[in-house]
């Protein structure tokens, strides 16, 4: 079992920055992928990024790649996501997820989403 707990949501204006932290405990996280999802008001939860266990390989969607980074410290068993350049549209509950299947390819939980779920943090942009 993993337990997720996700921080570091709050308001912003478009343009500005944030960065979310999810803290993981239980079972090995170090050995875990981790991603990041998000659910807009209205909308399906959708896939934001990934990152292997290692750290080695990251995947995003195309609608955050290049304002968004996920980065992971396995010492501190936390995984972060700056984002930069907010948008609007960015506004959401951003969710933090873990999933065991470490051969598993970042795409594939793009798709089908990840075994562990926090509780989430909400993201607001204005305009």
């Known amino acids: 079992q993993v337990q997720l707990v996700e921080s570091g949501g709050g308001l912003v204006q478009a343009g500005g920055s944030l960065r979310l932290s999810c803290v993981a405990s239980g079972r090995t996280v170090s050995y875990s992928n981790m991603g990041w999802f998000r659910q807009a008001p209205g909308k399906e939860r959708e896939f934001v990024a990934a990152i292997k266990w290692s750290g080695s390989t990251t995947h995003y969607a195309d609608s955050v790649k290049g304002r968004f980074t996920v980065s992971r410290d396995n010492a501190a068993n936390t995984v972060y996501l700056q984002m930069n350049s907010l948008k609007p549209e960015d506004t959401a509950v951003y969710y933090c997820?873990?999933?065991?299947?470490?051969?598993?390819?970042?795409?594939?939980?793009?798709?089908?989403?990840?075994?562990?779920w926090g509780k989430g943090t909400l993201v607001t942009v204005s305009s």
């Open positions: 997820a873990a999933d065991s299947h470490v051969l598993y390819s970042l795409t594939y939980f793009q798709t089908y989403g990840m075994d562990y």
